[in-house]
């Protein structure tokens, strides 16, 4: 594993060329509600960035605003120096945002060779997909993602078979055969064994090598053992708490008084 | 773990050439069998059944069309329209329109306009005396209108039963202008077509009703075939992930609105054929095509039928008509009960239609009629699972199932 | 001014009873989310209720209790349909859950069903369903308590039991059926008149140019009447609680302890009662047949999702709103309003749409209009809940 050369690469981008993301005090609000407040956020064009949160942080609100699902209320999203705020979802997913969900979400009754081959397609307008057939090149890519999520055996079954697990790594294959510049996987361990949970990091950890790839999770194991070097975010009413290693992050007050409460008070 | 994106231009799979030969042959041979059933309604048919019953038959297989052009929107989009009832109309008064002027001397005008005084023909009707027109229009027209009203609808992400709710509704104002338009369209009377000519000879004569007919089954064959090609390839595969997952699919970049505008346009499309055809093999088209009752009724032929099976659309329609018939000629009062009850039978015991149950559940029903236990099968099959491989490896025990039964049936229901 | 206030009244009448069809659906549409094409049907229940309730009355207690009988036909009609409903709910829907394209297709066959029910009802068919029903379930519930059967078994025996007790009661009724009298359909698919006590047939006088009809007033008292019902009930009762509880978050409901089916069932007969009381409302109106159903039904649907799914309130403004619009263009208040009938392109448009069923085309385009700008209507429903 390269993470450590991963990340130095990672830092020394900002200086020379724009951030591939780059967050300017978006504000999103329902009804008054502020999910986010005044957020401002970067990430390079490689490397992982885990952004963690108590509950109701804004953090799949945040994920939202990226891929278009929401708009925001107030500040700009740039990505590759492009506004998205106000493209649609599929232009977003074009440019080279993909997104994977919390609970997995793939194509159930398509086997996972055809869920693999639907986001391997290169030119995704309706004629495209209506006259010309699957290209060779990309059944190999789609044969090589399944070897490498361990699905070869089970590519002709429909994909509402599959354990959760198997489900989680064929969305993040889907993902992958996308070819997208920036991964956004939100909580990706959500219900497997310890064992899946660390196979998943280590994907994840080698995805980060060629893709920028931001996580969102929970679980605070699977946290360190992603983390690393890298950077970790940490989101609290909607807006960057604090930025920093893992490290640091665990002994900074202000986060150890949004999860566990105010130690005076106690 | 080794790193997805550099093994990805890596092995070669095996297999995937021999399966794509495997695959075209498997077309050709469809094809072959498409090819022989179109011939023999061509020409075995005909011979054998009275030309009253194929003048049944004729009308059965043009409402066929119209079940192969709802499983495709229903079947495999996932969206329910209860508005077809619209556009077979449409395609129905296209022709119709066309008929009646193309029997008129020049100049002269259909006879009901004078009943509401009126003596210049409506703007809409002066193309119909083309007769190049109408054989594009009675499929151009609905299907563009379909588009219209799928692109304003699906625009707004509106599906599910929101969608089916529109479109009732629009049927209920197409119903409402073609009902009350007496000066422009003969309003709720309908306009007829087997007192008008065509090449000279009497539509509703014996002579051209056989053509129709052969036209009808001519024309499903094409249908069939052209719901096929879109259903089997890419774009097929498009369409159900949009009925499993729509969001997904917006989130791996495709825009599904244009994939459902262009297909519920083409559903739209067969269905104004399918329109025309019936409307001069019944000698009337009339509002009551665009009676909620019928557009409903076209829903539960593709389900009795099988959904996302386009054979099974077919066989619905005729199986259904056909009981119709029998029933309603038999016991007239009680048919509405057995429709309702069909529409009970097939949402809660047939969910998969009758292709359907022979696909998954046949086997598995008539085993427990017998009072035998269903047979049971695993994910993953025993053969292919590695942990059991290694296990009947390092015991040396021999593989344990029949290849043929240990694959789960998996039900093609719809996720909406 | 008095054109303005005619007009106003008019258009709110016409809401009103809108309103009324709308409101039984706006519960089980918009807070169940179950899309109920039987609804139109059980309000048909409730106008035949009422018929009954009529008769009944000048059978029985004479002509000079006329005036009367619509204080017992309100409730009956409510309880008939809110039965009808539940036995639907029970028997069907509560199958589908989750499903609702295919509730849409089997309330669709229900509707049917009720449809020919009216029109071929007789006491030949009464019995032989009783008795069906009596020997298929108690059949099974007697099974059920003595014999084991395997479950792979059940399919045969429940297949056996529907035969065998089938013929049976087509023996009964068709027994029943051979006297004349008895094989006498009650409704017969005619149409029948409900004649409006006396009081409501009047008008009442406001000003010297401003009369309103009563039974227009009266249908709009009594949906007010509704309208307050329900909210209370929604809002101050423990049911409603409930029932809003299973609205939002229907798991952690029943996690709480809160019976879910029971509050389906609830929900689902609170609705259908109302589609009865609206049957009853609309035979102050017109006369009632079978189909009296499918000429409402598309309409309240479409005030639901004007309204936004799940909002009363929501459902009250596009009611009034639509019942306004529909005035205004198909009674040719528009073209008035606009200065006759020779005043040029604008009011020849307005002329063409002012009949009731142009209105109705016209009223459509505007909805699908407004559905381009609020795609989820008046008050989409907000939050994380609201996405599919």
Not at chain 2, 275 to 287: D, M, R
Not at chain 2, 363 to 375: E, M
Not at chain 2, 383 to 404: C, F, H, N, S, W
Request: charged share 15%.
């Amino acid at each position: 594993m390269t993470a450590a050369a991963t990340q130095s690469s990672s830092q020394s981008s900002p200086a020379q060329a724009p951030p591939l993301l780059d967050i300017k005090d978006v504000t999103v609000s329902f009804d008054g509600f502020k999910a986010i407040n005044g957020l401002n956020f970067q990430v390079g064009d490689r490397g992982l960035r885990v952004i963690i949160g108590p509950n109701g942080a804004g953090k799949t609100t945040f994920l939202d605003v990226i891929t278009g699902k929401v708009q925001p209320t107030e500040g700009k999203a740039l990505f590759k120096g492009k506004d998205i705020k106000s493209m649609p979802e599929h232009a977003i997913a074009r440019l080279g945002i993909g997104r994977k969900f919390q609970t997995p979400r793939v194509y159930l009754n398509l086997t996972p060779r055809e869920n693999l081959e639907l986001s391997c397609n290169r030119v995704k307008t309706v004629w495209h997909t209506l006259f010309k057939p699957t290209p060779k090149a990309e059944a190999r890519t789609v044969g090589g993602l399944l070897q490498t999520i361990g699905l070869t055996a089970n590519a002709h079954t429909p994909a509402a078979l599959p354990s959760l697990v198997e489900k989680q790594w064929l969305e993040i294959g889907m993902l992958v055969a996308q070819s997208p510049d920036l991964l956004l996987v939100d909580e990706p361990v959500a219900g497997l064994t310890d064992e899946e949970t660390e196979r998943t990091g280590d994907l994840l950890l080698s995805l980060a090598e060629s893709h920028g790839v931001i996580v969102i999770e929970h679980d605070m194991e699977f946290v360190r053992q992603i983390a690393q070097q890298n950077k970790v975010t940490v989101l609290h009413e909607g807006s960057v708490l604090c930025e920093g290693t893992m490290d640091e992050i665990q002994n900074d007050p202000r986060v150890i008084k949004v999860y566990l409460g105010d130690p005076d008070a106690i | 773990m080794s790193d997805m994106t550099t093994e990805t231009s890596g092995t070669e799979t095996p297999g995937i050439t021999a399966k794509a030969e495997q695959s075209g042959l498997a077309k050709r041979w469809e094809l072959l069998i498409v090819v022989a059933i179109t011939l023999i309604f061509l020409f075995l048919v005909p011979a054998f059944i009275s030309g009253f019953r194929l003048g049944l038959l004729g009308r059965f297989l043009s409402l066929a069309i119209v079940a192969l052009g709802i499983d495709l929107i229903w079947g495999f989009t996932g969206l329910l329209s209860l508005g077809h009832g619209i556009f077979f109309a449409l395609g129905g008064y296209a022709i119709a329109m066309n008929l009646q002027l193309n029997t008129l001397p020049e100049g002269a005008i259909p006879d009901f306009f004078s009943l509401y005084g009126v003596s210049q023909l409506p703007w809409f009707w002066q193309p119909c005396y083309s007769s190049g027109f109408s054989p594009v229009a009675i499929f151009l027209i609905p299907s563009i209108i379909a588009g219209l009203l799928g692109y304003l609808v699906f625009r707004n992400r509106i599906r599910g039963v929101y969608f089916s709710i529109l479109t009732q509704a629009a049927l209920v104002v197409f119903f409402n202008f073609f009902n009350g338009q007496q000066k422009l369209i003969n309003g709720t009377n309908g306009l007829k077509t087997n007192t008008t000519e065509l090449f000279g000879m009497s539509v509703g004569g014996n002579v051209m009703q056989f053509y129709f007919y052969c036209a009808t089954v001519v024309f499903l064959a094409l249908a069939y075939l052209l719901c096929r090609w879109l259903t089997s390839g890419r774009f097929g595969r498009m369409l159900i992930a949009i009925r499993d997952d729509e969001n997904r699919v917006r989130f791996s970049g495709y825009d599904p609105t244009a994939f459902k505008v262009l297909v519920f346009a083409v559903s739209g499309g067969i269905a104004g054929i399918a329109g025309a055809l019936y409307t001069v093999q019944s000698g009337i088209v009339s509002p009551q095509y665009m009676s909620i009752a019928f557009s409903i009724e076209m829903v539960i032929w593709v389900a009795v039928g099988g959904r996302a099976s386009l054979v099974g659309a077919i066989v619905g329609a005729l199986v259904v008509n056909w009981g119709k018939t029998l029933l309603s000629e038999q016991y007239p009062d009680i048919w509405l009960f057995f429709q309702g009850a069909l529409f009970l039978i097939v949402v809660t015991v047939l969910p998969d239609g009758i292709i359907g149950w022979f696909r998954y559940r046949a086997k598995d029903d008539l085993r427990s009629l017998f009072g035998k236990p269903p047979v049971v099968a695993t994910y993953p099959r025993l053969e292919v699972d590695e942990t059991v491989r290694q296990e009947a490896d390092l015991y040396g025990k021999t593989q344990p199932v029949d290849p043929t039964t240990s694959t789960a049936p998996i039900k093609s229901g719809e996720n909406s | 001014m008095n054109t303005l206030i005619t007009t106003l009244f008019n258009g709110v009448s016409i809401g009103t009873v809108l309103l009324i069809v709308a409101l039984g659906l706006a519960i089980v549409f918009g807070l169940m989310g179950v899309i109920n094409l039987a609804h139109g049907e059980l309000m048909m229940l409730g106008a035949y209720t009422t018929y009954v309730v009529q008769n009944g009355f000048k059978t029985y207690l004479g002509t000079e209790s006329q005036g009367l009988y619509i204080w017992a036909a309100i409730p009956l009609s409510f309880v008939v349909a809110a039965l009808v409903g539940l036995a639907l709910e029970r028997g069907v829907i509560r199958f589908l859950y989750g499903r609702p394209l295919e509730t849409l297709l089997a309330t669709w066959g229900v509707s049917l069903i009720l449809r020919q029910f009216v029109r071929s009802v007789s006491w030949g068919m009464v019995g032989g369903l009783l008795a069906f029903c009596g020997l298929f379930f108690g059949g099974k519930w007697l099974l059920g308590k003595s014999a084991r059967i395997p479950s792979y078994r059940q399919n045969l025996v429940t297949t056996g039991l529907f035969l065998l007790s089938g013929a049976i009661a087509w023996f009964v009724g068709s027994n029943i059926n051979n006297d004349p009298q008895l094989a006498r359909p009650w409704f017969s698919a005619r149409n029948v008149d409900v004649t409006a006590p006396g009081w409501l047939q009047g008008s009442i006088r406001v000003t010297a140019g401003i009369q309103f009809p009563a039974s227009r007033l009266f249908i709009i008292v009594l949906t007010l009447l509704c309208l307050l019902g329900v909210y209370l009930f929604l809002q101050k009762s423990a049911w409603g609680l409930r029932i809003r509880s299973v609205t939002q978050n229907r798991d952690m409901s029943a996690c709480l302890g809160i019976p879910t089916a029971q509050v389906d069932a609830v929900t689902f007969a609170l609705g259908s009662g109302l589609a009865g009381v609206a049957g009853f409302a609309v035979t102050l109106l017109g006369s009632v047949g079978p189909n009296l159903g499918v000429n409402y039904i598309v309409d309240a649907f479409m005030v639901v999702v004007v309204g936004g799914v799940g909002n009363l309130l929501g459902s009250v403004i596009a009611a009034l709103g639509i019942g306004i619009v529909t005035y205004l263009l198909g009674s040719g208040t528009m073209v008035r309003l606009l200065g006759g009938a020779d005043g040029g392109a604008v009011v020849s448009f307005f002329d063409f749409f002012a009949t009731t069923s142009m209105a109705k085309v016209m009223v459509f385009a505007l909805i699908i209009l407004f559905l381009q700008v609020r795609p989820a209507g008046l008050f989409p429903p907000k939050g994380r809940s609201a996405e599919v």
